[in-house]
């Protein structure tokens, strides 16, 4: 964590760079309507609080590439991109083709979404009778160029979609040449040289955060205009703010570490987040808390601070609520559990280092951060930590069939097909077919997702010494803990295939201060056997409606 403080500032100027652009959003949220100190991680039941959890969730991603964490970040982003991607679509009345990948549907989306920005953004809304073939793309085309598609940003930068998508895709199955700023976080801890693609990855991660934020300010635009508040969009829209420079200064320390007592908690981290808040809400008012005009680097982390005073604030609700529907708080079981989680990324970090620069290298530097991210995320309430285990579980297999099966391995590697399934039957692991199905719907955020019956399942796996009416608020800390019990099996499992001597120290570390391994073993094995009951669960209804109804028709035709 000291070592957070080593990331190059080419690496974090991008990254305030994209907060900065967004400008006017949060005096318009509050013009608008949204819930005043709502939870940063929830997506809100009215429109506008919707809209803000898209803008939170841009510095949700910030706080962990500010970190070092560019996986968790890349689960947010990636999933957010797709909430966003639909909303390009469906105003520009772009449909997603039959065969067609999400990566090209994106490019489509958001290069006819954004030709005009911001002046066209609702030529189709209002004429509910337009087609694609009219928009001037072929209805049958095969769409060849669709990776060459591309939306400018700021005066006169480029991004492509499509590559965005498959450059995160990459990254969250640990392929790429963004894998290298995993092992720089998994195994050298943020010290020592940093990656040559870390610059490229928060560059174009920033770009996703930076095409996220702008739809976001589009729809605020359009909802303005609705209510008839026709000073905002003009405000809204200004791409003045877009690829501004923010500043190479990452945020305080204190506002980026885990929400724990004797962490991100501490008093006078909460207080100081705090003042940070007042001053945010009293510039929404149109005062100079500072006695001046605030700096554009200013503005960039006063917003950040904003959110995490909310982050806070929600943390130390949460004590209270537990502490009153239990009686008591035991802070020294949230210790026991941090340092379990914290041994389980260290040692599967140790393992990335030995495997050398490896396929199952990859894997193992995977698990670490995901681990981490999982963890702080999960400390926060926030379901994209089930997005974190889903990568967790997927690289633990991969790492696995490395180890076990080398041959069979090697074919998956080859294959351009592989899904996260395939590793897992390789792995033996086919019962965990319902936990991988329920954190795979954690990892999106498309019209076709239905995150009830996926927290159901997850509910329903759990040890039955749970209560059932605590099952429910559990259920994301148990996945968290069984995927950890797995991920120290398979990390002893690697390393007794790299020396007996690793081997040992790994058995005699978990069986000394985490768990004995008869325990670990029969953990697992009932932890599969509960899953397999649930493989004929179904997810239930989808979780967004209006227009999803819309989008998921369209993804049937």
């Not at 390009?88 to 290069?111: C, F, L, M, P, Q």
């Amino acid at each position: 964590m000291r070592n957070m403080a080593k990331i190059p500032r080419s690496a974090v100027e991008p990254v305030t760079s994209a907060l900065l652009s967004i400008g006017f959003t949060d005096f318009a949220l509050r013009e608008l309507g949204a819930t005043r100190g709502r939870p940063p991680s929830s997506y809100g039941g009215e429109w506008v609080d919707h809209l803000s959890w898209g803008v939170d969730s841009a510095y949700s991603a910030a706080r962990l590439l500010f970190s070092g964490q560019f996986l968790g970040a890349t689960a947010i982003l990636r999933s957010q991109f797709e909430r966003w991607t639909e909303s390009a679509a469906y105003n520009t009345n772009i449909t997603h083709r039959k065969g067609e990948s999400v990566a090209d549907y994106a490019a489509r989306a958001w290069a006819k979404c954004h030709k005009n920005f911001p002046f066209a953004r609702r030529e189709i809304r209002e004429n509910p009778n337009f087609s694609e073939s009219e928009s001037g793309e072929a209805a049958d085309s095969t769409q060849s160029s669709t990776h060459d598609l591309s939306v400018i940003i700021g005066k006169d930068h480029k991004v492509h979609p499509a590559e965005l998508m498959n450059s995160m895709s990459n990254l969250l199955h640990s392929r790429g040449p963004w894998v290298d700023v995993l092992h720089w976080e998994a195994g050298q801890l943020l010290d020592g040289t940093p990656p040559l693609s870390l610059g490229e990855a928060s560059n174009k991660l920033s770009d996703v955060m930076t095409l996220n934020l702008r739809q976001i300010r589009l729809c605020l635009a359009t909802l303005a205009e609705e209510e008839g508040k026709m000073d905002l969009p003009h405000k809204v829209l200004s791409r003045s703010f877009e690829r501004a420079r923010g500043g190479h200064n990452p945020p305080a320390f204190p506002s980026l570490i885990p929400m724990l007592p004797n962490a991100g908690l501490l008093p006078g981290v909460v207080a100081g987040l705090e003042d940070a808040a007042r001053a945010h809400d009293s510039v929404m008012r149109g005062k100079r808390p500072a006695g001046r005009l605030y700096r554009d680097d200013e503005f960039a982390l006063l917003y950040f601070y904003e959110r995490r005073a909310r982050a806070a604030n929600w943390a130390l609700t949460a004590f209270d609520i537990e502490k009153e529907r239990t009686g008591s708080l035991d802070f020294d079981h949230l210790k026991n559990r941090d340092f379990r989680y914290l041994v389980a990324a260290e040692m599967v970090g140790l393992v990335s280092v030995w495997l050398g620069r490896t396929p199952a290298a990859d894997a193992a530097a995977a698990c670490s951060s995901a681990m981490r991210s999982a963890y702080w995320l999960w400390l926060e309430d926030d379901d994209r930590a089930l997005a974190a285990l889903r990568v967790l579980l997927e690289q633990c297999g991969r790492l696995r069939v490395w180890a076990e099966k080398p041959d069979k391995a090697e074919k998956l590697e080859a294959s351009t097909s592989s899904t996260p399934k395939d590793w897992l039957v390789a792995a033996g692991w086919r019962r965990l077919s319902a936990l991988n199905k329920a954190l795979g719907e954690f990892s999106h955020a498309h019209a076709n997702i239905r995150w009830d019956g996926a927290r159901e399942i997850l509910q329903k796996i759990q040890h039955g010494d749970v209560d059932p009416e605590d099952s429910v608020h559990m259920a994301r800390g148990h996945a968290l803990d069984a995927l950890t019990f797995l991920l120290i099996a398979e990390s002893i499992g690697s390393a007794s295939k790299l020396s007996p001597a690793i081997d040992a120290a790994f058995r005699e570390l978990v069986d000394d201060v985490l768990i004995e391994e008869n325990q670990l073993l029969s953990g697992r094995e009932a932890l599969f056997n509960r899953t397999l009951l649930q493989k004929d669960a179904s997810l239930g209804d989808y979780s967004f409606r209006g227009p999803a109804d819309t989008t998921r028709k369209s993804f049937t035709q």
